[in-house]
């Protein structure tokens, strides 16, 4: 990153984990087979469960604390107290600093509970992103936050925010697959010196039946005919290929898994590499199809993709 930290290209996203036996199961045998980098967030309420394990393994001597990189980041409805939630988020994860965090999402909220949030009962704010960020800038100084970035910004926000920031954003965390390459997005993250993190690298197929919007499972980025092509020729999963794909555009990736056999799988991307010819197949996709679309916050003024919503009927 920009600061001269390192982002880890391959960890494990922990959205929807939040069973509290199977997330403790899951955590612990990432850990096992070498994941070191954990992506979690306050909306995903697991905080705390990833903690304690980290912090059991710690305790035992099986890793050290710099070993480890965690991803947290500031819910929707912490605009207003940025400080309270980034402490609350040190605590739960039972650590002195957070490797890197992040700004959820552009679209601050009134503070509301989780269930309020995703029912779209969430009342919007306002506040400027600046005014979030100077708050993230002390912890920053203070060696509390080890980076700072967003996710979920466009790029006109993500521009807009780097040109008033002391401290520069170091990474913007999106929605991010073959199918959604965001080309625009990580050229302006390139030329910024921002780093790059994939959500969705392999079109989430876990997501809830609500934010499907359509998308059938021949649609999704693992049936692609390339994707299916490419499996077959390095006799890896559709998954491996996606994952690998973005890794060699240079590009963070955190898929989610809870099962065992996908944990390694998706960990086992590093003993082949993809031409340049096949890179290529994958850039000459023409369609674009985002899985996400926050209709949740559809009346948002500070909503990022406002002609995505249109296109899909959300808004008029």
Known sequence: MSNGKDLPLLGLGTWQATDETELETTIKTALDIGYRYFDTAALYQNEHIIGRILSEYIKEGKIKREDIFITTKLALYGHDEPAKYIDESLEKLRTDYIDLFLIHAPTPVKPCSPEELFTGKGENALTPHIDTWKVLEKYYNDGKLKAIGVSNFNEEQLQDLYDKATVKPMNNQVECHILHPQKKLFELCKKLDITLTAYAPIGSPGRPEMLKNGVTPEQEP?????????????????????IRQLMQRGISVIPKSTNEKRLKENFDVLDFTLTDEEMEEFDSIKEDRQL????????HPFHPWKDALREKGFIE
Do not use: G, S
């Open 222 to 242: 693992m049936a692609h005919p390339i994707t299916k092509k490419l499996a077959e020729k390095y006799k890896k999963t559709p998954a491996q290929i996606l």
């Open 292 to 299: 996400f679309f926050f209709e949740f916050f559809k009346t």
